[in-house]
């Protein structure tokens, strides 16, 4: 049965409340820095204490003075950047980094807690501490990458992360999506005294042949579409963080609609939500960039264009659109309206 029309909208202002505010807190780090650098401070060695030596020491230190030393070919001690303004929040592309936590969370609640309408009173216990399970491995996994940043950026001018898709908090929420999804697949959030049992394998029947040819007919699909996309210069010219999202959605798609067309056709509903829903989203982005001024879309954007130059005013169009496509298909699965049709289903019987 689909979701009620007031728990739809309740996930939804849930899930993008929690986006707003975790968003919130990568902005504030941005804020914290301002026109400064984070340096890696040696005079402390070279580990740090924080988070069992993940994170190094560091020190705000003013751009123009760590770009003077650093270009200085007689001053033999350079700084380790580790971070600057921009790295965290990613705000150039707002509309971009703001999907990926909207998604994070969708899975979180929709799917691990069951909520709002399917919170199970005695599974609620091992769901929550999945979820925390999930929130402390995301976290320890990118102190890591963090660390590996910091370790191997001697460039003295390298910045941590400088495209949309490489910013602390998409790493952050990227984990927390992966670790979702592999948490649901060990069932640790179930483990219900009525478990069924597993099924025999001896009575499948395979259809390897033709989910195959669909899936590396999609996959062919999405390649060509990333080319065009990058050669338009409406994708980041490293398309391997673009296409690899596009990667996600043709895998994501299978699963949620069917390996081929005869099934396609038949959950019209949920693939309209996901396409109609894309297509609002744009817009609100892109008058959110226009009312704010500080907010980018990541496609005609005033921000980007002074920033890269008005050609490069779409290079986040395309990964914000494979985004927004896994996102609100997901949707439409946790509101349970991405199966057949009654009409299709009455068919069927």
Same mark, same amino acid.
């Given at each position: 049965?689909?979701?009620?029309?007031?728990?739809?909208?309740?996930?939804? #202002? #849930?899930?993008?409340?929690?986006?707003?505010?975790?968003?919130?807190?990568?902005?504030?780090?941005?804020?914290?820095?301002?026109?400064?650098?984070?340096?890696?401070?040696?005079?402390?060695?070279?580990?740090?204490?924080?988070?069992?030596?993940?994170?190094?020491?560091?020190?705000?230190?003013?751009?123009?003075?760590?770009?003077?030393?650093?270009?200085?070919?007689?001053?033999?001690?350079?700084?380790?950047?580790?971070?600057?303004?921009?790295?965290?929040?990613?705000?150039?592309?707002?509309?971009?980094?703001?999907?990926?936590?909207?998604?994070?969370?969708l899975i979180w609640f929709?799917?691990?807690?069951?909520?709002?309408?399917?919170?199970?009173?005695?599974?609620?216990?091992?769901?929550?501490?999945?979820?925390?399970?999930?929130?402390?491995?995301?976290?320890?996994?990118?102190?890591?990458?963090?660390?590996?940043?910091?370790?191997?950026?001697?460039?003295?001018?390298?910045?941590?992360?400088?495209?949309?898709?490489?910013?602390?908090?998409?790493?952050?929420?990227?984990?927390?999506?992966?670790?979702?999804?592999?948490?649901?697949?060990?069932?640790?959030?179930?483990?219900?005294?009525?478990?069924?049992?597993?099924?025999?394998?001896?009575?499948?029947?395979?259809?390897?042949?033709?989910?195959?040819?669909?899936?590396?007919?999609?996959?062919?699909?999405v390649t060509v579409l990333?080319?065009?996309?990058?050669?338009?210069?409406?994708?980041?010219?490293?398309?391997?963080?673009?296409?690899?999202?596009?990667?996600?959605?043709?895998?994501?798609?299978?699963?949620?609609?069917?390996?081929?067309?005869?099934?396609?056709?038949?959950?019209?509903?949920?693939?309209?939500?996901?396409?109609?829903?894309?297509?609002?989203?744009?817009? #609100?982005?892109?008058?959110?960039?226009?009312?704010?001024?500080?907010?980018?879309?990541?496609?005609?954007?005033?921000?980007?264009?002074?920033?890269?130059?008005?050609?490069?005013?779409?290079?986040?169009?395309?990964?914000?659109?494979?985004?927004?496509?896994?996102?609100?298909?997901?949707?439409?699965?946790?509101?349970?309206?991405?199966?057949?049709?009654?009409?299709?289903?009455?068919?069927?019987?």
């Amino acid at each position: 049965m689909p979701m009620k029309l007031t728990n739809i909208i309740l996930l939804l #202002v #849930v899930v993008t409340l929690c986006a707003a505010f975790s968003m919130r807190i990568f902005q504030g780090l941005d804020e914290m820095m301002g026109d400064q650098y984070w340096v890696v401070d040696t005079t402390q060695g070279d580990h740090g204490w924080y988070a069992m030596g993940l994170l190094p020491h560091v020190k705000k230190m003013p751009k123009d003075i760590v770009k003077a030393a650093n270009t200085d070919p007689n001053n033999k001690e350079k700084y380790i950047i580790y971070a600057q303004s921009g790295d965290f929040a990613g705000n150039s592309v707002y509309g971009i980094c703001f999907g990926i936590p909207l998604i994070m969370y969708l899975i979180w609640f929709a799917f691990i807690l069951g909520f709002p309408d399917r919170v199970d009173p005695y599974l609620l216990p091992r769901r929550i501490f999945t979820l925390a399970a999930v929130t402390i491995c995301s976290v320890l996994v990118n102190l890591f990458l963090m660390r590996i940043a910091a370790d191997f950026a001697r460039d003295p001018m390298a910045r941590i992360a400088n495209v949309a898709g490489n910013h602390a908090s998409l790493l952050f929420h990227n984990a927390g999506i992966w670790f979702a999804i592999l948490f649901s697949a060990l069932g640790t959030h179930n483990h219900s005294a009525q478990e069924a049992a597993a099924p025999d394998s001896r009575n499948w029947q395979t259809q390897a042949n033709e989910k195959f040819s669909w899936m590396f007919t999609l996959l062919a699909a999405v390649t060509v579409l990333e080319v065009v996309l990058v050669k338009n210069k409406l994708a980041l010219p490293d398309a391997a963080v673009d296409y690899s999202v596009w990667i996600i959605w043709v895998v994501i798609f299978m699963r949620m609609y069917g390996f081929s067309p005869k099934y396609w056709m038949k959950r019209g509903r949920g693939i309209a939500i996901m396409l109609v829903g894309t297509a609002l989203t744009l817009p #609100v982005f892109y008058l959110l960039e226009r009312a704010t001024g500080t907010l980018g879309a990541g496609f005609a954007s005033p921000i980007l264009t002074k920033a890269l130059g008005a050609d490069n005013a779409n290079i986040g169009l395309s990964l914000m659109v494979s985004i927004y496509l896994v996102f609100w298909m997901e949707f439409a699965t946790a509101i349970r309206m991405n199966g057949p049709s009654k009409s299709a289903a009455v068919e069927k019987h």
